[in-house]
């Protein structure tokens, strides 16, 4: 049910649009064969209440205004309110106030929950996917992979000496250049790929569909446009690259993480700066 409800936020506008007035139609046509009990009533709740889960504030509005007008017609059909016109405005008015009243509370706990989603799985400071929100993905693409029978590629990046530039120009300069980096890999890559930010100055992507020489095309992008920022800002920097490739992939989904992490630190150990890759099974 918690999935269920989480969804209705990836839904198409045109299809929650459609949805919610159908609930309200629905509700106001056991509404009017009840004769407007208050328990009825109160079924309002629903449709008010989905439309501003899933659509925010605006849709909350525009679902509690869409209830009172219908209530208004088919009261007046009906002849359900007591007390001709002022009967129904005052039942209608209550009605609305309450509705979003409601509507406005569940737009905001939708809003703060959505919020806590996103901090859980990106990183605040680039709004790039974080390790957490990585290994899922990868573990996604993996299975991708495998069921179609297609290549996937992890990619590991360690900008080199970064603390040096944090100690001499300062904390602003290097979260300039973190947030630099995070531009360039999605500048650097397609829409299927996944940039992640994972540690301090350590980035990592997930290249689906991609082989070797896939690799080093994303690689001598990413790396020219780091080092020309590097250069504008006269920033003393490389980069340190480790990658692996899986045709087909069949072993563990850590055995290619580990892989690729494992060259990134053989490429620092040896002098950094430098691009290693490996095709693995």
Not at 109 to 116: A, G, H, M
Not at 163 to 180: I, P, Q, S, T
Request: aromatic share 8%; with cysteine.
């Amino acid at each position: 049910m918690v999935r269920w409800l989480w969804n209705l936020h990836e839904l198409p506008h045109s299809t929650k649009v459609i949805v919610d007035l159908a609930l309200v139609c629905l509700v106001v046509w056991i509404d009017t064969l009840s004769v407007h009990s208050m328990n009825v009533v109160f079924l309002y709740l629903v449709p008010a209440g989905l439309a501003a889960w899933a659509g925010g504030y605006i849709h909350g509005i525009a679902a509690s205004v869409f209830c009172g007008l219908m209530v208004v017609t088919s009261g007046y059909i009906s002849g359900a309110y007591p007390g001709g016109p002022v009967g129904v405005g005052w039942n209608v008015a209550s009605l609305v106030l309450m509705l979003l009243l409601f509507s406005s509370l569940v737009a905001a706990i939708s809003r703060i929950l959505k919020y806590e989603q996103g901090s859980a799985h990106t990183d605040p400071l680039t709004g790039l996917a974080n390790r957490r929100l990585l290994n899922e993905y990868f573990k996604g693409e993996v299975e991708r992979a495998r069921r179609y029978k297609r290549p996937i590629s992890i990619m590991y990046i360690d900008i080199d000496n970064f603390k040096a530039v944090n100690d001499r120009f300062g904390h602003a300069a290097g979260d300039r250049m973190l947030k630099g980096m995070a531009w360039i890999l999605v500048k650097s890559t397609r829409k299927a790929d996944t940039p992640a930010r994972i540690g301090g100055d350590e980035f990592a992507l997930i290249l689906p569909e991609t082989m070797e020489n896939g690799v080093r095309s994303v690689e001598k992008r990413i790396r020219e446009k780091f080092m020309a920022l590097a250069k504008r800002y006269r920033w003393p920097v490389g980069l340190s690259i480790g990658a692996a490739v899986s045709a087909k992939p069949g072993g563990s989904i850590d055995a290619l993480l580990e892989k690729a992490d494992g060259l990134l630190y053989q490429v620092k150990g040896a002098g950094k700066g430098a691009t290693r890759i490996i095709s693995v099974r």
